[in-house]
Nanobody, 125 residues
Framework: EVQLQASGGGLVQTGGSLRLSCATSGFTFDDYAIGWIRQAPGKEREGVSYINNGDGSTYYADSVKGRFTISSDNAKNTVYLQMNSLKPEDTAVYYC??????????????????RGQGTLVTVSS
């Protein structure tokens, strides 16, 4: 069973940084892409970033490009999202999601089939 657990959210001031972690289990880490999705109050879910653990390729939404960095630790089966220069519009619940090799290229991050509980990020102005 694919399990994902996001952590690391919190309250930070504008311009601050946070690092989110996504601990995973129940699948072969290198065979999956792991993505981050966020949902702000009253807004649709947004695919923020993904990393394909097979080849290390990454993607960032324009809204976070240059500020967020995704990385993975294969030894710990954990994916991280380093968020710098945070803005109030980054306030949202952040979820990590997973898709296997044969699916992730065909799906937007918001439709990855496995998703964990979210972690709240609040950026104060």
């Amino acid at each position: 069973e694919v399990q994902l657990q996001a952590s690391g959210g919190g309250l930070v001031q504008t311009g601050g940084s946070l690092r989110l972690s996504c601990a995973t289990s129940g699948f072969t880490f290198d065979d999956y892409a792991i993505g981050w999705i966020r949902q702000a109050p009253g807004k649709e879910r947004e695919g923020v970033s993904y990393i394909n653990n097979g080849d290390g390729s990454t993607y960032y939404a324009d809204s976070v490009k240059g500020r967020f960095t995704i990385s993975s630790d294969n030894a710990k089966n954990t994916v991280y999202l380093q968020m710098n220069s945070l803005k109030p519009e980054d306030t949202a619940v952040y979820y990590c999601a997973a898709a296997p090799e044969y699916q992730w290229r065909e799906l937007p991050i918001t439709e990855y089939p496995s998703r964990g509980q979210g972690t709240l990020v609040t950026v104060s102005s």
